[in-house]
């Protein structure tokens, strides 16, 4: 059904999604999921002189669980969680499956002077500032 340019059920469910999101994400043990259902863990990020700085709660994870990459000027992570294997569960309130987040960087990093950390549940991902890239001359050779 539509009036004009609103579309309203459409409208309607994306909002209740929206709002679905917002409340969950607010109670413990709910993470907010994108929308393929894949779970965002939750990002701190602060700056530096030098630096920005990123904190990223994945308790529970191995190392092999998690993937960074840098490409041109976005940050991607992602990974699995994987649930223990050999038991039932009982109550789940930490997510399972994949995650991911993604991130536009609005200052030039250098990528070969990235450092994560992964310690007591917390990926720790430190982008240092790379000099601003200016135009650059080309000088041109007559034959």
Known sequence: MTFGDWEVFGDLTR??????????????????????????????IYEEDEALVLLVDLPGLTRDGIDLTIHQDSLTLEG???APDGCASIRLERPMGRFRRSFRMRMPVDPASVQATYRHGVLRIRLPRSAPRGPTRVSVNVK
């Open 15 to 44: 909002l209740r999604r929206s709002l679905n999101g917002h409340s969950e994400a607010g109670r413990p043990g709910r993470y907010p999921t994108d929308q393929d259902g894949v779970w965002v863990p939750p990002v701190d």
């Open 80 to 82: 699995e969680r994987a």
